[in-house]
Nanobody, 123 residues
Framework: QVQLVESGGGLVQAGGSLRLSCGASGRTFSSYAMGWFRQAPGEERKFVAAISWNGIITWNGGHTYYADSVKGRFTISRDNAKNTVYLQMNSLKPDDTAVYYC??????????WGQGTQVTVSS
């Protein structure tokens, strides 16, 4: 059974930082690209960041990809030895408040999702 479990969410003041983690189990983690998404109340789930399976090759000439709204503030990384993907979030803003989800990409779509972790940024 494939499973993703997020952790690291919480309450932080604007300008602060958080690091989210997502642990994976059930299939060979290093074979899959990984992504982070977020969903704010009343809004659709939106893409945040993604990283290729080996951190080297990708979709756009680099190994990571970010939504414009987080570029320069968030960093996605992975440790294939630990079956974990991270999202380092700096310079947080109240607009970053959302439930954050990690997901695994099977080459066609994100087919496995975690349960989400709440991030709340106070002004």
């Amino acid at each position: 059974q494939v499973q993703l479990v997020e952790s690291g969410g919480g309450l932080v003041q604007a300008g602060g930082s958080l690091r989210l983690s997502c642990g994976a189990s059930g299939r060979t983690f290093s074979s899959y690209a990984m992504g982070w998404f977020r969903q704010a109340p009343g809004e659709e789930r939106k893409f945040v960041a993604a990283i290729s399976w080996n951190g080297i090759i990708t979709w756009n000439g680099g190994h990571t990809y970010y939504a414009d709204s987080v570029k320069g503030r968030f960093t996605i990384s992975r440790d294939n030895a630990k079956n974990t993907v991270y999202l380092q979030m700096n310079s947080l803003k109240p607009d970053d408040t959302a439930v954050y989800y990690c997901a695994q990409y099977n080459g066609n779509s994100y087919d496995v999702w975690g349960q989400g972790t709440q991030v709340t940024v106070s002004s």
